[in-house]
T-cell receptor
Framework: AQSVTQLGSHVSVSEGALVLLRCNYS??????LFWYVQYPNQGLQLLLK??????LVKGINGFEAEFKKSETSFHLTKPSAHMSDAAEYFC???????????FGTGTSLTVIP | DAGVTQSPTHLIKTRGQQVTLRCSPK?????VSWYQQALGQGPQFIFQ???????QRGNFPDRFSGHQFPNYSSELNVNALLLGDSALYLC?????????????????FGPGTRLTVL
């Protein structure tokens, strides 16, 4: 079975500061991992994905994430926060041949000017 | 490419009623998944349709049913609505294909239908 835990339901950072959103996963088989962003009243937009290639994954809008098998983590980072980064972020896990995604409960990012 | 589209955008129903939500997948996609996202929660998998059949189902009661049409579009039906069914319902489409060690099933999400049950 697969599951995802996102530590911190709310994160606040100052504009220009480092963004770090935490995600830990549980999977009995090699996982595929995803980060999605959701703006108010909108659907989910894929930020980046890990599919067993490079462990450091670069996504859109300057975000990146590193897959660490030993820590079962897939934390999302961005060196410098922008006001437009304020949104809800979801980590999700799937597996090769899997038909469903398992989502975390989300982290709400606030960017303080 | 219009991406994944869903209709209606918003819907208000009363307890006990029935509702139908619709989804058109991204062009070229043949698989549709439905998710329920309650307020303040992450999306939860309801079921997935492929080749007009339900292929996998999450932990949702039989009041939730669906259908996929030959053009790959899909409907989600919910009977005997409860207050707890109020949520954002998301549709995601993907392409089911030949699986190899590097293949994955990326899902593209629609904007969702906001269902309010009074």
């Amino acid at each position: 079975a697969q599951s995802v835990t996102q530590l911190g339901s709310h994160v606040s950072v100052s504009e220009g500061a480092l963004v770090l959103l935490r995600c830990n996963y549980s999977s009995s088989v090699p996982p595929y991992l995803f980060w999605y962003v959701q703006y108010p009243n909108q659907g989910l937009q894929l930020l980046l994905k890990y599919t067993s290639a490079a462990t450091l994954v670069k996504g859109i809008n300057g975000f990146e994430a590193e897959f660490k098998k030993s820590e079962t983590s897939f934390h999302l980072t961005k060196p410098s926060a922008h006001m437009s980064d304020a949104a809800e972020y979801f980590c999700a896990v799937s597996v090769l041949g899997g038909n469903q995604f398992y989502f975390g409960t989300g982290t709400s990012l606030t960017v303080i000017p | 490419d219009a991406g994944v589209t869903q209709s209606p955008t918003h819907l208000i129903k009363t307890r006990g009623q029935q509702v139908t939500l619709r989804c058109s997948p991204k062009s070229g996609h043949d698989t549709v998944s439905w998710y329920q996202q309650a307020l303040g929660q992450g999306p939860q998998f309801i079921f997935q349709y492929y080749e007009e059949e339900e292929r996998q189902r999450g932990n949702f009661p039989d009041r939730f049913s669906g259908h996929q049409f030959p053009n790959y579009s899909s409907e989600l039906n919910v009977n005997a609505l409860l207050l707890g069914d109020s949520a954002l319902y998301l549709c995601a489409s993907s392409l089911d294909g030949f699986w190899d060690t590097t293949s994955y099933n990326e899902q593209f999400f629609g904007p969702g239908t906001r269902l309010t049950v009074l």
